[in-house]
């Protein structure tokens, strides 16, 4: 079957530092550039993060930049989001997201597949 | 970045009836060298992910029936249901992949009157 499924969310403090996973099933992994989405409580969808298929090219929305840091393990098809110096804002759903298109040839359009999410809250 | 503005924020039709959600962007998502507009429309049901219903701002997802389709280009795009089923009872949104940041509409709840 085809399916993303996140887990690593947590219940920590402003300051804290977390990793969230993102284990894909079903489909060639390394051909697909994947994302990170988040939705805070009540809230609409947030981009946060994307790496290409190979490893490459991270990239962050403004807000996370220089805090979160996405990568991947292609070997065991996983994909991560490590979340460093957390702020009561970043408490959200985060979902894996999977960029359709070819990564090989650096096409990523819309998200064609998404893991059901993982809960952050950060709170004092 | 490209700010995607829905309208309305919600509605409410009876069962039966058409149902339309605007999105606009800010700046055009149509790429001059495909001729193809970068805009998806995503179904979210409450405890659920988002699901995407249309991409190419017009192209079904497979599986999606076909009360749902959307049209627009450049700057204007819209997601009409034909015929709004109980099952249609959700959050929708508009996302452009012309860019990064990837950036959505703030959504629109539809709910039966």
């Known amino acids: 079957e085809v399916q993303l499924v996140e887990s690593g969310g947590d219940l920590l403090p402003p300051g804290g530092s977390l990793r969230l996973s993102c284990a894909a099933s079903g489909f060639i992994f390394s051909s697909y550039w994947m994302h990170w989405v988040r939705q805070a409580p009540g809230e609409g969808l947030v981009w946060v993060s994307r790496?290409?298929?190979?490893?490459?090219?991270?990239t962050s929305a403004d807000s996370v930049r220089g805090r979160f840091t996405i990568s991947r393990d292609n070997a065991k098809s996983t994909l991560f989001l490590q979340m460093n110096s957390l702020r009561i804002e970043d408490t959200a759903v985060y979902y894996c997201a999977r960029g359709s298109g070819i990564s090989g040839e650096n096409y990523d359009w819309h998200f064609d597949l998404w893991g059901r999410g993982t809960l952050v809250t950060v709170s004092s | 970045d490209i700010v995607m503005t829905q309208s309305p924020d919600s509605l409410a039709e009876s069962l039966g009836e058409r149902a339309t959600i605007n999105c606009k962007s800010s700046q055009s998502v149509l790429h001059s060298s495909n001729n193809k507009n970068y805009l998806a429309w995503y179904q979210q049901k409450p405890g659920q992910p988002p699901k995407v219903l249309i991409y190419w701002a017009s192209t079904r997802e497979s599986g999606v029936p076909d009360r749902f389709s959307g049209s627009g280009s450049g700057t204007d795009f819209t997601l009409t249901i034909s015929s709004l089923q109980a099952e249609d009872v959700a959050f929708y949104y508009c996302?452009?992949?012309?860019?990064?940041?990837?950036?959505f509409g703030q959504g629109t709840k539809v709910e039966i009157k």
């Open positions: 790496i290409k298929g190979d490893g490459t090219s991270p």
């Open positions: 996302q452009q992949y012309y860019s990064l940041p990837r950036t």
